[in-house]
């Protein structure tokens, strides 16, 4: 089975996050940083094809687009989520996403390219991509943030293989709607499923991956298991998880905080110290597991690698 339901899997599976520092440390200290873990005479493979749940992905390759800044905890990171489909409380994916089944997977892959429409088995979306880590610092709408060790792939790879036509302009993406698995969609906090969207340069940007793990292993349920999106320029709520259909679209999707509060959440949502949410300030976050409040950062601290896809737009507008 390539992913274990997160209610397969014993505590005692769960990544000790102590062990994977040390792993960390003991990986860089061989290797100088460019890995080479050999196992017996042969080369570990990390393809994202042969991924078991919970179980260390071998051979990640640090990322030079990670920061070095200090993890969350494999706790916070865990615990501490945002998927209203298993309701509003942060601690309330935690305790029901469970619920969700999410072996067998595919993705729906569908609209403006040249490969014929097909539901893609997780498997085969995985198979040619190689997993790295990239450390990226999450900050959420609601003003906290987190540092994140997640374990992905460029969604920009995924993306080329689909071969979209130069119609497609935006890339759109939902979520798994069951509400008999997800009690949050039996009722109407959002309209389901969960959609988002992004531009077509910025869902090729290599910061953009498809994230399938975090702490070296697959992705728990309540993260977005077993195939999340991360956009670390943009705020949280832009990183869709438990993906289901990928399509390639004309025009600018709607995404589901646009349409539910249309005058607080756009389609943009670039990390903006300088625009304000309607109801609070951006210019500050508090780290979780930190009491004090750091400065925000333009583009969330990525604005050398991100800030010319933006050049001559009105971010006061394109919020
Ligand atoms: N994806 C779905 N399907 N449903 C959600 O409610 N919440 C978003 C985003 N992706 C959400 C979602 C928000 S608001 C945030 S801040 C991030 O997920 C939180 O990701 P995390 O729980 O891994 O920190």
């Not at 305790?95 to 595919?106: F, G, L, Q």
């Not at 969960?194 to 697959?218: C, F, N, S």
């Amino acid at each position: 089975m390539l992913i274990k339901r997160a209610q397969e899997i014993r505590s005692s599976e769960i990544t000790d996050e102590q062990q994977y520092h040390n792993r960390r440390q003991f990986i860089q200290q061989t290797s100088g940083g460019a890995l080479g873990l050999v196992a017996g005479a042969t080369m570990l493979s990390n393809s994202a094809a042969q991924l078991q749940a919970q179980e260390p992905i071998p051979n990640l390759q640090p990322s030079p687009f990670s920061t070095d800044e200090d993890l969350n905890s494999f706790e916070d990171i865990t615990t501490y989520n945002n998927f209203y489909e298993f309701g509003l409380q942060k601690e309330d994916p935690s305790r029901y996403a469970h619920e969700m089944t999410i072996d067998p997977w595919s993705v729906r892959v569908e609209g403006e390219m040249n490969k014929p429409a097909a539901d893609v088995p997780l498997e085969d979306i995985l198979r040619p991509h190689t997993l790295e880590e990239r450390i990226y610092r999450l900050r959420c709408v609601e003003a906290w943030s987190m540092v994140v060790p997640w374990v992905g792939f460029p969604l920009g790879d995924l993306i080329r293989r689909f071969e979209p036509t130069s119609n497609a302009k935006f890339v759109r993406f939902e979520t798994l709607h069951r509400p008999e698995e997800m009690r949050g969609q039996r009722g109407r906090s959002l309209e389901w499923p969960y959609v988002e969207g992004l531009r077509m340069d910025e869902a090729m940007h290599p910061l953009a991956i498809l994230a399938v793990g975090v702490y070296g292993k697959t992705l728990l349920n309540q993260q977005g298991a077993p195939l999340r999106l991360v956009v670390p320029w943009k705020y949280g709520f832009k990183s869709i998880k438990s993906i289901v259909k990928i399509q390639f679209v004309r025009e600018q999707p709607l995404n589901s905080w646009n349409v539910a509060i249309p005058n607080e959440y756009g389609f943009y949502s670039n990390v903006n110290p300088e625009v304000d949410h309607p109801r609070w300030s951006q210019a500050s976050e508090r780290r979780i597991g930190s009491f004090f409040r750091i400065r925000t950062a333009m583009f969330n601290g990525y604005a050398e690698q991100v800030a010319s896809l933006y050049e001559g737009m009105d971010l006061r507008r394109n919020y």
